[in-house]
């Protein structure tokens, strides 16, 4: 569905980390910040708009992303 390469560069457009995506049940999922990005088409939907929202999550503004890394 997707190769290791691509998956390799692939970031969530909220991270300011750099986390790595990672796969999980054919879709792309945020480690930091838990957003579930679709696949549209074969491609993955790296947009915001597309997400899917962690559960017990509201909204774009409680997630972890949108703040600087814990030091
Ligand atoms: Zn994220």
Redesign the pocket.
């Known amino acids: 569905m997707i190769s290791p390469d691509l998956l390799a560069i692939l970031r ?1 457009p ?2 300011p980390s750099n ?1 790595p995506l990672v796969l999980d049940n054919e879709q792309l999922v ?1 480690q ?4 579930v990005f679709p696949f549209k088409e074969g491609f993955p939907a790296l947009l915001v708009e597309e997400a899917q929202l962690p559960p017990g999550c509201s909204s774009l503004e409680q ?3 949108q703040r600087p890394p814990a030091s």
Do not use: A, G, N, V
């Open positions: 969530c909220m991270d986390t945020c930091r910040c838990r957003l997630l972890p992303c």
